[in-house]
């Protein structure tokens, strides 16, 4: 996940996550990278559905209204890594990891959001496998997400 360290570097920009289904993978795999110190604020391990709400500022309203694995929340853990960790980007996932389901969501979804300047973005996705394979395809994705929006924005101001 170079590029995404090397994007963050040439923009002098930061990063922190809000993780609920991979459960600090994705900061994990960020910080594998040489140079991610000058990038990566922090993260929010918010596995269970209280500390999101208390850690990362999730609404407790839509928490009780539509659970822990959907699209608003995902925003609003992004935007709470963002503003709790003093990052300009934040990244918020959350999901079912399977076997069951949780709440009537099915295994394999996952919702990731994203903040950042001007951006406010969720995007859902289906994933298939055991846990591991869900958790480490839903690190994957929400790297070529932020990756994929650095470049737009870079491409935007050109």
Do not use: F
């Not at 209204?65 to 929340?73: F, I, L, N, R, W």
């Not at 003093?86 to 994203?114: E, K, M, N, S, Y």
Request: proline share 4%; hydrophobic share 45%.
């Amino acid at each position: 996940m170079t590029g995404v360290v090397e994007l963050l570097e040439a923009r002098n920009e930061t990063v922190a996550t809000a993780e609920s289904l991979t459960a600090g993978l994705l900061c994990a795999t960020i910080v594998d990278t040489p140079g991610a110190s000058a990038v990566v604020r922090g993260g929010l391990i918010v596995y269970a559905t209280e500390l999101k709400h208390e850690l990362a500022g999730v609404d407790q309203q839509l928490l009780d209204e539509h659970g822990a694995v959907h699209p608003d929340v995902a925003i609003q853990l992004a935007e709470g890594a963002r503003t709790r960790c003093g990052a300009d980007w934040g990244i918020g996932l959350t999901g079912v990891a399977g076997p069951d389901p949780q709440d009537g969501v099915a295994p394999g979804t996952v919702h990731i959001g994203l903040s950042g300047p001007g951006v406010s973005t969720v995007r859902t996705i289906t994933l298939s496998g055991d846990r591991a394979a869900v958790r480490s395809a839903a690190v994957e994705k929400a790297l070529v997400l932020l990756s994929d929006t650095l470049l737009a924005v870079d491409s935007g101001n050109k």
